[in-house]
């Protein structure tokens, strides 16, 4: 048994991450987020070997426009997903056309299936949140975290044991405040419910992973105007080397390689289990 991811695209241009839970005898797929279009997603599925008729479930972080296509709801013949969205946002999922028998709303941990359980933390992001899931299957551990504000408690106590995360690096601070977007809106992005610094979420990551063994380290949604790859890696290279070689930067443009996520040996002399 095993995860692996692909991120299909991070960015406010939209937001899709294929995770493919492998149980031997068969295999779930699910989305998190579904903010490409359908015809963008359906043509990088493809070239996975995945169709959209092959997704069972979507995890919504939450409900902007660029982690929910609306190509999703008001197409016709969409596939029968089952949309896993935060109790609070539950009204909004319904209010933007998705069937109410086709959500199930959760507000804690909820299973897909009895091999793999997720863990969920409300994060800050505005005025209604965004979630982190903690996926687990097969011993593996998968955390995934967008558009938060800061790193709050729910994420530094929620987000342990991972083998693998995925979170946001959105801006370079400097380019942030040099951008000419108008003040409001620099505020709203820095000011706490917004998104995270590239310095915030290396320091996340260092906090989340003490021990440093985290096999994969990705970095989603990336802004175009206020940051760049080279930037962030220069960062890590000085403040996180040993993170460097397991760093994987996301980009609109095209999808990750696939990511595979196995448990760490229980017996690894590196492992700190807290
Ligand atoms: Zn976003």
Request: aromatic fraction near 4%; include cysteine.
């Amino acid at each position: 048994m095993a995860i692996s991811m692909c991120v299909l695209g991070s960015g406010s241009g939209g937001n899709c991450t294929l995770v493919s839970l492998d149980a031997g005898d068969r295999c779930r797929h699910v989305l998190i987020d579904a903010g490409l279009s359908p015809r963008r997603t359906t043509s990088l599925l493809a070239a996975l070997g995945v169709s959209p008729g092959d997704i069972s479930d979507v995890l919504l972080t939450h409900l902007d426009t660029d982690h929910l296509h609306g190509g999703w709801i008001n197409g016709r013949d969409r596939p029968r997903f089952t949309w896993r969205v935060h109790r609070r946002h539950e009204s909004r999922l319904i209010a933007a056309g998705v069937p109410v028998n086709r959500i199930e709303a959760f507000d804690g941990r909820f299973e897909l299936d009895p091999s793999t359980g997720v863990d969920t933390a409300l994060l800050p992001h505005d005025d209604l949140g965004s979630t982190g899931f903690v996926i687990e299957h097969g011993g593996a551990r998968l955390g995934f975290a967008t558009d938060l504000g800061r790193a709050s408690p729910p994420l530094l106590t929620g987000f342990s044991r991972l083998d693998a995360l995925a979170i946001e690096s959105n801006y370079d601070l400097s380019l942030q405040m040099a951008s000419p977007r108008p003040a409001f809106v620099k505020r709203r992005i820095i000011g706490g419910l917004g998104h995270l610094s590239n310095e915030q979420a290396l320091e996340a990551v260092l906090r989340i992973d003490r021990a440093g063994v985290l096999g994969h380290v990705v970095l989603l949604h990336l802004s175009r105007q206020c940051n760049e790859p080279r930037i962030i890696r220069r960062l890590w290279a000085l403040q996180a080397p040993h993170l460097l070689g397991r760093l994987t930067l996301t980009s609109q443009d095209g999808p990750t390689s696939m990511l595979h996520v196995p448990a760490a040996p229980l017996e690894s002399p590196v492992r700190v289990r807290p």
